[in-house]
């Protein structure tokens, strides 16, 4: 699977970028740098303790992994519409915008956690089987895949 074809491969091209599957128990990251990285790759989870407990956290590794851009992953109901998750996760990112000064998309993740559990499935990595020791990072790379996808993004 190439991803150098996507209008958004060669938009951030040489970019570090650092996807957020936020969540109050953990939050899955993800990493990819086009050019550089093959695909996006799971990176980790972060144990939720609260809102200034993951920044911190984020700010280590964003220094750490020198990230320029950063996706969160947006929930919506698989009609679209918006739940009080949805509101949740855009205060958390206005949130981000404040502390990390970085510029920062909204990506709908819909389905990520139900496409990350059927790769989980399908895959000699996991040993066929859902492992929920990765899955928010799995998710997180599948955010991340989607954003790459999408249409040119406009900040």
């Known amino acids: 699977m190439s ?3 996507y209008p958004n491969y ?3 091209l040489g970019e570090t970028i650092l996807a957020l599957d936020y969540g109050t128990k953990f939050t899955g990251l993800a990493l990819y740098s086009p050019g550089r990285d093959p695909f996006p790759l799971p990176h980790s989870k972060i144990k939720f303790e609260s809102n200034e407990q993951l920044l911190k956290a984020l700010k280590k590794i964003i ?5 320029t851009i950063i996706v969160l ?12 998750w949805t509101k949740t ?3 958390f990112s206005q949130t981000l915008k404040i502390n990390l000064g970085l510029p920062l998309f909204l990506q709908d993740e819909t389905l990520s956690t139900f496409e990350a559990e059927e790769r989980m499935k399908s895959s000699p990595r996991y040993n066929f089987k859902v492992d929920y020791n990765q899955i928010d990072a799995l998710s997180a790379a599948i955010i991340l895949e989607d954003f790459i996808r999408s249409p040119i993004i406009e900040e």
């Open 3 to 5: 991803f150098n074809n």
């Open 10 to 12: 060669q938009k951030f």
């Open 63 to 67: 220094d750490e992994e020198m990230v």
């Open 73 to 84: 992953g947006l929930p919506r109901f698989t009609d679209g519409k918006e739940s009080t």
């Open 89 to 91: 996760v855009q205060n």
